[in-house]
């Protein structure tokens, strides 16, 4: 029995890490939201490691931010530690890192989403999704509540069909013993979407004062910590440290001793884990070369005795997990919390879905985060402002906001779900962006928060501080590239550096790109006549020492713009289209990509496939001009 519960123009379905950002989203652009979740206590919840960023990660953060987006600025107000990591590599890899304190991030998340205008909180269990005629036209609860809205977001994360596994013990379970949600599972095969098994998994909590930290090694925050959010303008004091140890020969010895008890070597499990985040039984079976693993003791807050080990994430019975544990130096006599588990999960095959992140089955129907077979928070809230914001504009009629890849890791991120698919949980890695060099930690803001101001994510205040921040950044540009310095000026300081001495008069710009020199070392003999914030400095220092490789990078994103810039129409058949490869043929008709660029990147497309693919486009557009005008 159902009844008429209310009516929306967004309903957000679960309120993890890309939920809270879906609905934040569309709420603060001018949309009623609704968003459900099975628990109000599990709003923003880490089931797994209670920290925000690093390599990758942390660029998508960033970005985020850059957008308008909440878990920049959230994780800045709640880390227990923040650290750069990759300092001694190029800026295209330094990455931020923060542990959080668990506790207070989802507190601080939920405030801020119950103080959000046109925004509602409610919790329930969704079961059923609304599709008329093929269009998505709102939601079911399990208690029959029915909700209507124009468009609908799924971040359902690693709630479908869930299943513990703990050794021999398995249960149907969301994670963290919350509720499983199985009917909706059932509900999206209904509707014709394919789904897969996945699988995750995360390790035991141990307490503090059970740990011997005499035999670790102190891992401390950054002296001075920089932040996630372009907002944020203070550093919380009294950092936590982390601790370091390793595994031992015993710990090997003990999960060797023990594999016919490890789920994921007697077939327990189904689903298909994440290559880059393995259990410690797999490691240990995968690198048996290694005599030992790192593991670190992270603090999952302020005011628990709670540890986190990470590095030791398994589905061993609990008897073993507590003797694997007590291997470890430092946790010889360790208490444990609470135990490691695997939990299994349906995912959509994302290549279901289109770049706007709303599946071509089903209109108005969007899918986020882990829901789309990706692993981490930070991918998850990516896909959550992405799917909330073209959510939001689909409702008011605007066109979607696609990030190409050489704008952000979260284009690359939705490019390679949308185009490649996934056989594993998805992880974002600086690898995977082709034009690494242009999208940097420090340059967040420059690439995206143009769009972010036009999308109403920005405020007015934020938006004139950035264009301040570029006006000052140009204006030293060219007053470096303007002051000449001769020979003898800079002969002291380039002795002293080891760099060599100018042989004739030459400008401040072309003194920076000297490896050695810094932009610290520039002011020191001409000043900036104007105040450069830390930033300011960084983003001139950088623009000026890679401008070579950054317009190499710009020069190659022009010339693959252009593909995408060639639209492919919906209407196309690829049966059609002689000379095409059979396996071609097929991936295309699947996936529908939208350009020429998108579908050059398809598994499977050949460049001779492309190549006749525009010869028949231009005679298909052709055909359909001529057509349009008799």
Known sequence: MTYAAGQYDVIVVGAGH???????????????????????????????????????KGHVVREIDALGGEMGRNIDRTYIQMRMLNTGKGPAVHALRAQADKVLYQNRMKQTIENQEKLTLRQGMVDEIIVEDGECRGVVTKSGAQYLAKAVVLTTGTYLRGKIIMGELMYESGPNNQ???????????????????????????????????????????????KHFSYETTEAIPNQLPCWLTYTSEETHRIINENLHRAPMFSGAIEGTGPRYCPSIEDKIVRFSDKPKHQIFLEPEGRDTKEYYVQGLSTSMPEDVQLRILRSVPGMENVEMMRTGYAIEYDAIVPTQLKPSLETKRVNGLFTAGQINGTSGYEEAAAQGIMAGINAARKVQGKEAVILERSQAYIGVLIDDLVTKGTNEPYRLLTSR???????????????????????????????????????????????????????????????????????????????????????????????????????????????????????????????????????????IVYADIHGIASEAKQKLEKIRPVSIGQASRISGVTPADISILLVYLEHYNRVTAARASS
């Open 18 to 56: 890309a939920g809270c950002e879906a609905a934040l989203a569309a709420a603060r652009m001018g949309c009623e939201t609704l968003l459900l979740t099975i628990n109000l206590d599990m709003v923003a919840f880490m089931p797994c490691n209670p920290s925000v960023g690093g390599p990758a």
């Open 433 to 571: 962006a082709e034009y690494r060099l242009l999208l940097r930690h420090d340059n967040a803001d420059l690439r995206l928060t143009e769009i972010g101001y036009e999308i109403g994510l920005i405020s007015e205040a934020r938006y004139e501080r950035f264009q301040e921040k570029v006006r000052r950044v140009k204006e030293e540009l060219e007053r470096l590239r303007s002051v000449k310095v001769k020979p003898q000026d800079v002969k002291e300081l380039l002795q002293s550096l080891g760099s060599a001495e100018l042989a004739s008069a030459t400008d401040l710009l072309t003194l920076l790109r000297r490896p050695e020199v810094t932009y610290e070392h520039i002011s020191q003999l001409s000043p900036a006549p104007y105040e450069l914030t830390e930033e300011m400095k960084e983003q001139v220092e950088i623009q000026v020492k890679y401008s070579g490789y950054i317009e190499k990078q710009l020069a190659q994103v022009e010339r693959l713009r252009k593909m995408e810039q060639k639209k492919i129409p919906d209407d």
């Open 179 to 225: 509720q499983p949600a199985v009917k909706l599972s059932e509900c999206l095969k209904n509707l014709g979407f394919e789904l897969v098994r996945f699988k995750t998994g995360t390790p035991p909590r141990v307490h503090k004062d059970s740990i011997d930290f005499s035999k670790t090694t102190i891992q401390p925050g950054d002296e001075h910590p």
